[in-house]
């Protein structure tokens, strides 16, 4: 028999609820980065969130492949997902394709037998079939499993889930970023990976008429990925040759003509910016590495809590990352800890991701 459902009341987008599919390993993280483009983010299942409404900013979203606009919700079954779909009110016309996904292969489902059930119920209520060009894809996100646990993200709370979110193709990620390190033209090893660096810079809060600042730029990653997505960035570091690159970089592939997000690359200790208070919209800064590093004239503790003065100085958002925790010195430099996640990158490498805003 089928299981729990749950149908969305009103019209063509009526309901006021999209399911978001995420993208990457961590949930939570991709969760919250949602944040930055949708309102009520909740997770319900593996790489499945909900939300109450979405703007442009889907688009730019580093680890949601899509938002759709909800027709009903039931258990990670076909019979379930078929009995929803037959209560479900539509008001849609034209041809429709159905494409289900077994998301992260966390369920039994046969995504082939689940289109060929759900489009049979969408026959008999009219419409008529085109898989190469639909005017309407229906997708089915079956999904189960434990949740993530994290006390930052609603519905991550660990629990097990199983979920069909059935609606309605609204918006895709573009999913598009700098290529590669290794193929700019300006390259050090131990540089971010561009997606990672797209997340940071959306949850900061970089958007098209905004202003981000990495005042320990290093190749740029940071600044590229926040000019990629429409906004304007400044860039500071303390070695000419980080600023020499980080320019050539964002010339490369954020351009510098009229119409292009604004950038600024200049040399320059982070822990004594060149800017008047309030300068920017947003901070974001990778800091770095090494228990015993010394970066110029400083200690790396002196360097990073210097940092985080400064970057509450000049803006009220802040994103850091590192190799550890630094949730003591972002509160002593006037921070409240907004969320806190830990990615790891490899075997020898966690990134410590602390989201700051200011008190």
Known sequence: MPGSVTLMQGGRGGSGVYWLELAGETDAFAAYEATAAATGVELLAPGVARAGSVGEGIGRLAYTRAAHEAVARSDATVASAVAALEAAPIDREGSIAVRARNVRNTTSVSTTDAERALGSVLVDRGFTVDLDDPDHVLRALFAAGERADHDAVAGADGGDASTCALGWVAREAAREFAPDPTDRPFFQPGSMAPADARAYVNVAGAAPGRTLLDPMCGTGGLPLESGLVGANSIACDAQAKMVRGTRENLRAYVGDDRGSPEWHV??????????????????????????????????????????????????????????????????EAGWDVAAAFERRVHRSLTRHVLVLDRE
Do not use: N
């Not at 800017?275 to 002196?302: M, N, T």
């Not at 509450?312 to 949730?327: E, K, N």
């Open 266 to 331: 200049a040399r320059g200790d982070a822990t004594d910016l060149p800017l008047v208070d309030d300068a920017v919209d947003c901070v974001a800064f990778d800091a770095p590495y090494g228990r015993q590093s010394k970066i110029a004239r400083h200690e790396l503790a002196e360097l990073v809590a210097g940092a985080l003065a400064e970057a509450a100085r000049v803006a009220p958002r802040a994103v850091l990352v590192a190799d550890r925790d630094w949730r003591r010195p972002a509160r």
